[in-house]
Nanobody, 120 residues
Framework: QVQLVESGGGSVQSGGSLRLSCAGA????MGWFRQAPGKEREGVAA???????TYADSVKGRFTFSRDNAKNTLYLQMNSLKPEDTAMYYC??????????????????WGQGTQVTVSS
């Protein structure tokens, strides 16, 4: 049973920063997704076992995804936050290599999520 536990969410003002953590098993591909009320879940960032990252255009230059394999922990550093970043953020794991790292269906394991709220 793969368990992924997110933490680090909270409320910040526009322009602020948060760092999300995801503790648990670290697989070949790990991803962060988010879902705002009334919207579909979307891929935010992904990282492979070698540390190579992929970002959604909406967060490029603002978010940084890193992994500490020794600690089985992932980090999503979020800077210059905007109100449109408000969402529930989920950590996800994929056992196998994927050519679509920001696609939900590529991931088989999910955490419970952590809420991020950015006020203007």
């Amino acid at each position: 049973q793969v368990q992924l536990v997110e933490s680090g969410g909270g409320s910040v003002q526009s322009g602020g920063s948060l760092r999300l953590s995801c503790a648990g098993a670290v697989y070949t591909y790990m991803g962060w997704f988010r879902q705002a009320p009334g919207k579909e879940r979307e891929g935010v960032a992904a990282i492979d076992r070698y540390g190579s990252t992929t970002y959604a255009d909406s967060v490029k230059g603002r978010f940084t995804f890193s992994r500490d394999n020794a600690k089985n922990t992932l980090y999503l550093q979020m800077n210059s936050l905007k109100p449109e970043d408000t969402a529930m953020y989920y950590c996800a794991a994929a056992r196998w290599r994927t050519y679509y790292p920001l696609k939900m269906s590529e991931y088989g394991y999910w955490g419970q999520g952590t809420q991020v709220t950015v006020s203007s």
